[in-house]
Structures are given as C-alpha cells and as structure tokens.
T-cell receptor, first 112, second 115 residues
Framework: DTEVTQTPKHLVMGMTNKKSLKCEQH?????MYWYKQKAKKPPELMFV???????INESVPSRFSPECPNSSLLNLHLHALQPEDSALYLC???????????FGDGTRLSIL | AQKITQTQPGMFVQEKEAVTLDCTYD???????LFWYKQPSSGEMIFLIY??????QNATEGRYSLNFQKARKSANLVISASQLGDSAMYFC????????????FGQGTRLTINP
C-alpha cells in the first residue's frame, strides 16, 4: 500500500461531465504534484503545489483545474475533457525542497 | 534543462541473475538528484533508490544499487538476484536543486524476468 492515496482508482466520464480526482497524504509533505501518463510513456508533470500555493503549471489546458485545500489534500477538477485526456493521472508528494517524490496508485481516466 | 536517456526499451533476464538498467543524463544544474522508479502493470510508481550528485558513495537499497559515474553522466540501476516480481517498467529520473521541483523522466525500460 502506498502512503499517497488517490480516489477513485478508475473513472469513466463523458465530455460534458464534471468530476474531480482526489489525492491525500499524511506524511507531512508540503509539496504535491499532478502528473499525466499516457500508455507506454513516462509521466508528464502537470502542476506543482508548494505550501498549498500553485508553483508550477506546465501550460495545462484550463479544463484541468487543480486545488490544494490544505497541506494533506490535492484535488484535480475536470470539466469538458476531450478523448485525448484519457490517461493515468498520478499524484505525488515530497518534502518541499528535498527528494524523493512518493506516488499514489493513480486514477485511470477514460473519456467517452 | 535536464534530459534522461534510457537506451534499452526492453530487457529479458533469467530469474536469479543480476541485471543492469542503463541511464545517462544531461543537466545544467550544479547539484541534482537521480532517481529510479518501478512501475508494475497495475500502474503505481514505486520509488526504488536515490543518488545525490554530491554523494561520495553509490546508493544501495536492499537488492538495488545505483552505479553512479559522474564523469560519464551515467546512473545505472543494478538489481541483484532478480525475482519474477521484478518484471515491470523502470524509469530513471532527475531533478535539479535550483528552481522548479520538476522530475524529468526517461522513456523507461521494460524488464521481464523469465523463470
């Protein structure tokens, strides 16, 4: 079992739906990350939160909206997604300025 | 900017043999970290081992060791006494310690352990 918990594990949604991915960690980490991973490719960074503030947005389309309500929680709100957004979405956390990043099990997202 | 190159798309190894997964890196950061992650088919990314650029000794974690050759810019992962459960995708990654906390991954090596 990983120490970073992601829910749901699987999500199927239509292009007009609104859904959210949730990530939780209780390791006292102050940096949290969202990655997107397509099949047979490495993970690609989407967002970084440091001390609950957004520090990196890798030019992600606005249909993905991150939120960090507190130091343990990270959400990714999804709206009007496209079929090409189908992927594995991984959350990770780390101490603010030191490695390594610890990943959750991911959410497999399918857009119909 | 950082870049990771993993030149072995796939490797097949007999159980109980040692295996070396290659990783070369390029970075402009004066200090950086090198990481190896394992990703089974179920999807989770499992942290295996970390090497800091100023660490004098090669990192070891159980059956995993990192063969760090700074002058050659290589950070190969060595798995001793391979097991069937080692079959997975393995990613090498790097992160600079200045500026953004961004992990840059290589394309990965798919390791298959044969009984």
């Amino acid at each position: 079992d990983t120490e970073v918990t992601q829910t749901p594990k699987h999500l199927v949604m239509g292009m007009t739906n609104k859904k959210s991915l949730k990530c939780e960690q209780h390791m006292g980490h102050r940096a949290m990350y969202w990655y997107k991973q397509k099949a047979k490719k490495p993970p690609e960074l989407m967002f970084v939160y440091s001390y609950e503030k957004l520090s990196i947005n890798e030019s992600v389309p606005s249909r993905f909206s991150p939120e960090c309500p507190n130091s343990s929680l990270l959400n990714l709100h999804l709206h009007a997604l496209q079929p090409e957004d189908s992927a594995l979405y991984l959350c990770a956390s780390s101490h603010a300025s030191s490695p390594p990043q610890h990943f959750g099990d991911g959410t497999r997202l399918s857009i119909l | 900017a950082q870049k990771i190159t993993q030149t072995q798309p796939g490797m097949f190894v007999q159980e109980k043999e040692a295996v070396t997964l290659d990783c070369t890196y390029d970075t402009s950061d004066p200090s950086y970290g090198l990481f190896w992650y394992k990703q089974p088919s179920s999807g989770e990314m499992i942290f295996l081992i970390y090497q800091g650029s100023y660490d004098q000794q090669n990192a070891t974690e159980g059956r995993y060791s990192l063969n760090f050759q700074k002058a050659r810019k290589s950070a190969n992962l060595v798995i001793s006494a391979s097991q069937l459960g080692d079959s997975a995708m393995y990613f090498c990654a790097t992160r600079g310690f200045q500026g953004a906390q961004k992990l840059v991954f290589g394309q990965g090596t798919r390791l298959t352990i044969n009984p």
